[in-house]
């Protein structure tokens, strides 16, 4: 019985499909053609959850995720890290020998260089992997293929000529799991966490080094900060950011007390538990 729907971006056979049906297979999968709309399929209580990719291990973070973050209304309840792996596929019958063209997101095929390389194709790059295997399979190409995960190939009846051709094996992909509940239940006392939050400083000289001073005097483990442009002006940089522990651990509070005095716009999006496969890779 399903508990719930959850929104991803992307057709079905996408990574983040995978990810929705590993990590929550009681949850009927949505797909959504944007990160926009799969924000606003959790917003309007369409979805109860959302499973959004925000970095990948070797094409680095997903821009367009941190732009929505702040704005969205949403709250991140959860992480999870999903090792992506892609196949080359095409129509039944199709030779490896006879390709020539491979479709896919740009992203996969900076990922899948030197199998395209030494197989000589041209790509032709459309907006989602799965769309790639798809589009084949409702348009059958003799000399045409599609760089996709495992699961397109089942749900459109493609044959995988080559498999695992990401160049990397350590490819992984992190998920965050989206609600739009606005007070979700908190992790679990004991529970290793991790906090999101978005801030921007105060148009004071020094300012973001005075903001952040106070993570390093209270001993607070910062593991990610990043910047960008907020609605196009150069003097409105926000930034993303992440840390180990709750809010109201005594030196994250510290911490947050002076972020603040430094800061004119401030926003937690979300306390969650740490994915176990941190300290995989730590």
Do not use: W
Request: aromatic share 8%; net charge negative.
């Amino acid at each position: 019985m399903s508990l719930g729907r959850i929104a991803f971006q992307g057709e079905l056979g996408a990574n983040s499909h995978e990810a929705c049906t590993t990590y929550f297979p009681d949850h009927e999968p949505v797909p959504c053609p944007s990160f926009e709309a799969a924000f606003e399929a959790v917003t309007s209580g369409e979805c109860v959850l959302g499973m959004i990719p925000v970095e990948n291990s070797i094409a680095g973070r997903v821009t367009e995720v941190h732009h929505l973050l702040p704005g969205s209304g949403l709250k991140i309840i959860g992480e999870k890290f999903k090792p992506i792996h892609f196949q080359l596929m095409a129509n039944p019958g199709v030779k490896i020998e006879d390709l020539k063209t491979v479709a896919s997101m740009p992203i996969a095929f900076g990922q899948c260089r030197k199998t395209i390389r030494r197989l000589g194709l041209r790509t032709e790059p459309v907006g989602d992997t799965a769309l790639a295997a798809k589009r084949l399979a409702e348009q059958p190409n003799p000399t045409g293929a599609a760089i996709s995960p495992a699961l397109a190939a089942r749900l459109y009846g493609l044959e995988i000529l080559a498999r695992d051709i990401e160049d990397e094996p350590n490819n992984t992909t992190r998920f965050l799991v989206m609600t739009a509940d606005q007070d979700p239940a908190p992790p679990p006392m004991g529970t290793e966490c991790v906090t999101s939050f978005a801030f921007r400083v105060r148009n004071i000289p020094a300012a973001l080094y005075k903001a952040l001073g106070g993570f390093a005097t209270n001993g607070v483990n910062m593991t990610k900060l990043e910047s960008y442009m907020e609605n196009g002006a150069f003097t409105a940089t926000f930034f993303y950011s992440e840390v180990d522990g709750r809010p109201e651990d005594d030196h994250l509070a510290r911490a947050f007390e002076e972020l603040q005095f430094f800061s004119e716009k401030f926003e937690i999006l979300g306390v969650y538990p740490a994915d176990p496969y941190r300290k995989h890779v730590a």
